[in-house]
C-alpha cells in the first residue's frame, strides 16, 4: 500500500524560500515522482516531476526558482522553493508515476501542504 506524507508548508512573504518534503512508503523503485500544486476552483496541476534515473523537468511558472530532488534510499521527495510569488499559493501534493513523454501520476496522493505566498 502506498502512503504518502507531505510537509514543510507555511506561510512565507514573497520573495522567501519554503522545502517542501515528501517521505513516502511502498513505492516503487523504479517509480517517477512528481509535485502537483491545487488552488480552489482550478484542476491539480503538474509543477515539477523526476525520473528514477534523475532526469527532470519543470513547469514553466517555477522553471529558475523550484528544484525538485530525490532520495532513493530514504524514499523522501523534496521541493526547493525559492523566490515564491503570491501566485504559488496553493496545496502542494506529491505522487508517485511514471515518465512516458509526459509524467503519468499513478493517483497515490497524500493530504497535501499548504503554501502561502503573502505580505
Avoid at 12 to 41: D, E, K, N
Avoid at 83 to 90: I, N, V
Amino acid at each position: 500500500q502506498v502512503h504518502l506524507v507531505e510537509s514543510g508548508g507555511g506561510l512565507v512573504q514573497p520573495g522567501g524560500s519554503l522545502r517542501l518534503s515528501c517521505s513516502t512508503s511502498g513505492i516503487l523503485s523504479t517509480s517517477a515522482m512528481g509535485w502537483y500544486r491545487q488552488v480552489p476552483g482550478k484542476q491539480r496541476e503538474l509543477v515539477a516531476f523526476i525520473t528514477e534515473g534523475g532526469s527532470t523537468d519543470y513547469d514553466d511558472s517555477v522553471k529558475g526558482r523550484f528544484t525538485i530532488s530525490r532520495d532513493s534510499a530514504k524514499r523522501t521527495l523534496s521541493l526547493q522553493m525559492r523566490d515564491l510569488k503570491p501566485e504559488d499559493t496553493a496545496v502542494y501534493y506529491c505522487t508517485d508515476g511514471y515518465y512516458g513523454a509526459r509524467f503519468h501520476s499513478y493517483n497515490h496522493w497524500g493530504q497535501g501542504t499548504q503554501v502561502t505566498v503573502s505580505s
